[in-house]
């Protein structure tokens, strides 16, 4: 009785190998391997699901584009991200200087939170990530990448270029910045408790 | 037992990481690769505008350059004239000079013209004016401060 094959599927650096040599379907293998890491990824930098979804597109055009100069050195996601993270930096730059150039017209605020109403949990998370997109990109990046996709301090210090040290330092501060928007949740006056989809504990 | 600091910042990281995770919504890829593929069109298109644009650019650049060239040759050629005028000038005062050294130089005082006419020529002899002093080194009227 012959045992079926089980074929392991491609690697990121075999496909990649693929992709250089213009290979459309290694290429849309690999956008499906990470499409959805990215979005989410560029959800929680930019705090705009719909910009997290062109700024994604964006991501794997560049990726194929720069697929003759990446090395395999077996973490094609990291790159992705950080490809990710220059197009928020250079997405917000032209934001920042259009504002300058355009003082008169209303930035679009998201809403400060009615600290004294009671909030669902879904709410909350949407003023989390509004506060979240609000912090400085030094800061939101190395904590993004720290507390949510779960990266090691050296790790993110490899990717972002910067010593340990200044990872600690800077997912402290984002942190401590974060907690600060949040402020209001817990000093509204209504005490909260934690009841399974209810808010915050006071 | 936790401080209250310390129990704001795990609630906060809580809350963060109970973030949900996002999808790429349905088509994703399909739009990644109209998008790939829509871009040698525009590579030619852009490349289709901007070589009429880039040939113009590179007329203007040339003719700018010949242009200045042509304006520093100019001004280089007006340059060597006024050289060319000073040191003749400058030549014909030391002609000058020379001659006047000469003339001093004569036993006699010198005598100076000052006009005439068909009849008359009117002369100062320099010798006979009282407590003249000789000039031995004269200079061009122009550098005289006192006229007669």
Known sequence: ??????????????????????????????????????????????GDRDRAEDLAQDTFLRLFRAAREYTEQGYLRAYLFRIATNLVRSAERRERRLRLLMPFFPREEHAEPAAASGMLRRELHREVSAALAKLPLR???????????????????QEIGCREGTVKSRVHRGRKQLKQRLEPYWTGGAAWKTTGPGGLAK | MEDH??????????????????????????????QLDAEPQKASRWSFRLAPALAVAALLAVAISAGALIEWQGRARKHQEEVQALQELRAEHGRLEAELHAISATSEPPVVYLGGDEQFDYVLDLGKVRDAEVVTSATPAAYHIATF
């Open chain 2, 5 to 34: 600091r310390t129990r704001r910042t795990r609630q906060v990281m809580e809350l963060l990481r109970e973030l949900p995770s996002e999808h790429a919504r349905p088509g994703f890829t399909a739009r990644v690769l109209e």
């Open chain 1, 139 to 157: 800061y939101r990046v190395p904590l993004v990448l720290h507390e949510i996709e779960g990266w090691s301090y050296v790790d993110i210090a």
């Open chain 1, 1 to 46: 009785m012959s045992m079926p094959m089980i074929l392991e599927p491609p690697s990121d650096g075999e496909l990649m190998a693929r992709v250089r040599e213009g290979d459309r379907e290694a290429f849309s293998d690999l956008v499906d391997r990470h499409k959805d890491a990215v979005v989410s990824y560029l959800t929680r930098l930019s």
